[in-house]
């Protein structure tokens, strides 16, 4: 099935998957392991704003529970960014 230039491909569903709110991909499956890794330069700028915002919390806070908390509200942002921008999260090696 051939598809025109400049069409974006569909948008595919998966069951209990919510959809993606980008056209393409900030993130995609890992090459080996589980999970995500950048795809796009969006995908990129996301990934260095949080290693950022943890190094800060953990330089300022030292290491307190605030620094802890920021920490982990930083990685839940960062986790649904990644839920709701990527592909499902997986493997290359095991979609062969």
Do not use: E, K, N
């Not at 920490?71 to 499902?88: R, V």
């Amino acid at each position: 099935m051939r598809r025109s230039v400049g069409v974006p491909p569909p948008r595919v569903s998966y069951p209990g998957r919510l959809p993606r709110l980008t056209r393409t991909p900030w993130f995609g499956p890992r090459r080996l392991g589980w999970g995500w890794s950048p795809a796009s330069w969006q995908g990129w700028a996301v990934t260095a704003g949080f290693v950022v915002v943890v190094v800060v919390a953990m330089r300022t806070t030292h290491r307190s529970a605030a620094g802890i908390a920021a920490t982990a509200a930083a990685l839940a942002a960062y986790l649904l960014i990644c839920l709701l921008t990527g592909d499902p999260p997986g493997s290359r090696l095991t979609r062969r």
